[in-house]
C-alpha cells in the first residue's frame, strides 16, 4: 500500500467530473484512499462539470451510483462519504465569469471545512480546453493559495513538437514547474516501479545490462479491443500520438536509463530525458504503420478500423505502430530497441523483453540436436503482472539436448493480491509534492522532437487482420536483426 499522506488537509478540484475518467479510475482511487486512511483526515471534493442543472446532492447520488456499479463498499458507506465529502459546481465553458465563481465555490467549501488552503486541481479535459482552462484559473486566482496548490494534466500533452511548446510556455506563465504534474498512469503501476527495484536492487542483471550482454530490447503495448467510441479523439491522434509518444516512450526511458544519483523526482527524470537525447533520428526503413481490416479468430467477425462508427472510411489513421531505435551512449551502442503498439491485437499485453546475447564460444553447436537458445527475460506489465526468465538445460537421457525452461514470478500468486491501477498511488504522490512518477517540460519536448518527423507522413498504413499481431512488415523489421517478436 502507498503512504499515508502528510498533507494537513487538501480539496481535490475535478474538472470533467462526470466523465469516464472520474468514473472508471479517480472517483473509485479517492474512495479507496480514503477508506484505506490514506488521505488527509479534513479533505473535500468539488466536480466540476457542464450539468447545469445537477446540484451537490444529485452529484452524491451519481457518485455513489458509479461506486455501487463498481461494485465497491456498502449502500451505507458510500452513502456516508459521498455525503460528507462530495460537492459539485456547473460550469459551462472556459470563461472568466466560470473560473470566478468557481473560485468563490472554492473559498466556500475551504472555509467551512477548516482546510488549510492545499489545493489540487485536476484537469481531466479534452486537450483543446488545456490553454483556456490555465489561463482562466490563474485570472480567478486559483494559480495560488495560501497553501500549496498542485496542476494535474492528462495526456495527450499537445499533439506536436509545436504545441507541446507553447503549452508548457503557458503553464509556466502562471505555474511553477514544481506545482504541474504530467500524468501518464503507466509510472504508476507497481510493476512498472518494480522495474527499478529489478534493475538497482539486483546486482546480477544490472551488471548484464548493457551492449555486451544484451542483444536486443522488446517494448510492446498490444489492445485487444478496437477504438471503443473513441473514433472522433483516435481519428486525429493515431497509435503514435495515443500510446508510443507516451506510454511506450517512458517504458523506453526506464528501461534505458543510467542509475540515478538518488531515488528522486530530479535524479530520475534527467536521467530519462537523457535517454531521449541519446536516441538517433528514426530512419524511414525503421518503422511501420498499420490499420486493422475486419478479422477476428471466428472468421472475420470483428468489424476494420474503417468499419468502426465515426471513422472515415477512407481513413489513413495509423492504429498500429512498430519502430527501431538506436540509443547512441556508452550503455547501448548498437543495442537495437523495438517499440510496437496496436489495436485489435491477439490479446492485450504490456510487456519489456530484454534478449540476451548468446555465449561467445558456441560450444554446443558441434553437438547434433544440441542447438542454445537464446536468454529472454521478460517483464511482463499487465495483464497477469510478473517475470519470466529462459534458461537452457539438458534434457534427461544419455544424448546431449537442450530444452529452454522457464524461471517465473506472478505478483497475485507471492502476494494474493491485486495490484494498484496506478490513480491511487499518483493522487498520493501529488499530496506529498512527490513527482518523480510524472512527466517534466523537458521530457514531453524531448519525447515530441523525437517523433515529429514521424506525425505528417504520407505513406499508406499496412493493412493487418483483426486478432492478428500486425502487418508481415514488422516482422521483417525485426528479421532484418536477426531476431523475432516475443509473443508469449
Known amino acids: 500500500m502507498p503512504a499515508k499522506s502528510s498533507a494537513r488537509g487538501c480539496l481535490f478540484v475535478?474538472?470533467?467530473?462526470?466523465?469516464?475518467?472520474?468514473?472508471?479510475?479517480?472517483?473509485?482511487?479517492?474512495?479507496?484512499?480514503a477508506t484505506g486512511h490514506f488521505l488527509p483526515k479534513h479533505y473535500r471534493i468539488i466536480g466540476i462539470a457542464r450539468d447545469a442543472g445537477m446540484t451537490d446532492a444529485s452529484f452524491r447520488a451519481w457518485a455513489a451510483q458509479v461506486l455501487?456499479?463498481?461494485?465497491?463498499?456498502?449502500?451505507?458507506?458510500?452513502?456516508?462519504?459521498?455525503?460528507?465529502?462530495?460537492?459539485?459546481?456547473?460550469?459551462?465553458?472556459?470563461?472568466?465569469?466560470?473560473?470566478?465563481?468557481?473560485?468563490?465555490?472554492?473559498?466556500?467549501?475551504?472555509?467551512?471545512?477548516?482546510?488549510p488552503g492545499n489545493r489540487?486541481?485536476?484537469?481531466?479535459?479534452?486537450?483543446?480546453?488545456?490553454?483556456?482552462?490555465?489561463?482562466?484559473?490563474?485570472?480567478?486566482?486559483?494559480?495560488?493559495?495560501?497553501?500549496?496548490t498542485r496542476l494535474l494534466v492528462e495526456k495527450p500533452f499537445g499533439h506536436d513538437l509545436a504545441s507541446a511548446r507553447h503549452l508548457n510556455e503557458l503553464v509556466h506563465r502562471h505555474?511553477?514547474?514544481?506545482?504541474?504534474?504530467?500524468?501518464?498512469?503507466?509510472?504508476?503501476?507497481?510493476?512498472?516501479?518494480?522495474?527499478?527495484?529489478f534493475r538497482f536492487g539486483n546486482a546480477l542483471f544490472e551488471s548484464a545490462w548493457n551492449r555486451e550482454h544484451v542483444k536486443s530490447v522488446q517494448l510492446t503495448v498490444a489492445e485487444s479491443l478496437g477504438v471503443e467510441g473513441r473514433a472522433a479523439y483516435y481519428e486525429k491522434a493515431g497509435a503514435l500520438r495515443d500510446i508510443v509518444q507516451n506510454h511506450l516512450t517512458q517504458l523506453l526511458t526506464l528501461t534505458a536509463m543510467e542509475v540515478p544519483a538518488a531515488f528522486d523526482a530530479d535524479s530520475i527524470r534527467q536521467e530519462k530525458i537523457k535517454v531521449l537525447r541519446s536516441v538517433q533520428p528514426i530512419a524511414a526503413d525503421a518503422v511501420v504503420f498499420g490499420q486493422y481490416t475486419a478479422g477476428g479468430q471466428s472468421g472475420g467477425s470483428l468489424p476494420g478500423y474503417r468499419e468502426e462508427p465515426g471513422v472515415a472510411r477512407d481513413s489513413a489513421v495509423d492504429t498500429f505502430v512498430a519502430l527501431r531505435l538506436a540509443i547512441e551512449n556508452w550503455r547501448w551502442q548498437g543495442v537495437p530497441f523495438y517499440l510496437r503498439t496496436g489495436k485489435r491485437l491477439t490479446r492485450r499485453s504490456t510487456q519489456i523483453v530484454i534478449e540476451f546475447r548468446e555465449p561467445p564460444i558456441a560450444l554446443f553447436r558441434a553437438i547434433d540436436c544440441c542447438t542454445p537458445h537464446t536468454n529472454l527475460l521478460s517483464i511482463k506489465l499487465q495483464p497477469d503482472e510478473g517475470f519470466n526468465l529462459s534458461f537452457d538445460v539438458k534434457s534427461p537421457g544419455n544424448r546431449l539436448t537442450l530444452e529452454t525452461r522457464h524461471m517465473e514470478f506472478r505478483y497475485a500468486e507471492a502476494f494474493g493480491t491485486s495490484l494498484s491501477a496506478g490513480y491511487e498511488t499518483l493522487l498520493l504522490d501529488v499530496l506529498e509534492g512527490d513527482q518523480t512518477l510524472f512527466v517534466h517540460a523537458d521530457?514531453?519536448?524531448?519525447?515530441w522532437r523525437l517523433y515529429e518527423p514521424l506525425l505528417y507522413r504520407t505513406v499508406q498504413p499496412a493493412a493487418y487482420p483483426a486478432g492478428s499481431w500486425g502487418p508481415a512488415a514488422a516482422d521483417s523489421l525485426l528479421a532484418a536483426g536477426g531476431a523475432t517478436w516475443c509473443n508469449r
Open 175 to 197: 505555474f511553477d514547474e514544481t506545482q504541474v504534474y504530467r500524468i501518464d498512469h503507466y509510472l504508476a503501476k507497481d510493476t512498472v516501479q518494480n522495474l527499478l527495484a
Open 14 to 33: 475535478m474538472f470533467g467530473a462526470t466523465g469516464d475518467l472520474m468514473r472508471r479510475k479517480l472517483l473509485p482511487a479517492l474512495f479507496q484512499l
Open 120 to 148: 489540487v486541481l485536476y484537469l481531466a479535459l479534452p486537450p483543446q480546453v488545456f490553454p483556456l482552462a490555465i489561463g482562466a484559473l490563474a485570472q480567478a486566482g486559483l494559480a495560488h493559495s495560501r497553501g500549496w
Open 443 to 447: 521530457e514531453t519536448e524531448a519525447s
Open 68 to 115: 455501487a456499479d463498481a461494485g465497491i463498499a456498502d449502500d451505507e458507506a458510500r452513502r456516508r462519504w459521498c455525503d460528507a465529502h462530495l460537492h459539485y459546481q456547473s460550469f459551462v465553458g472556459p470563461e472568466a465569469t466560470d473560473f470566478t465563481r468557481l473560485a468563490a465555490r472554492v473559498e466556500e467549501v475551504e472555509r467551512a471545512a477548516d482546510l
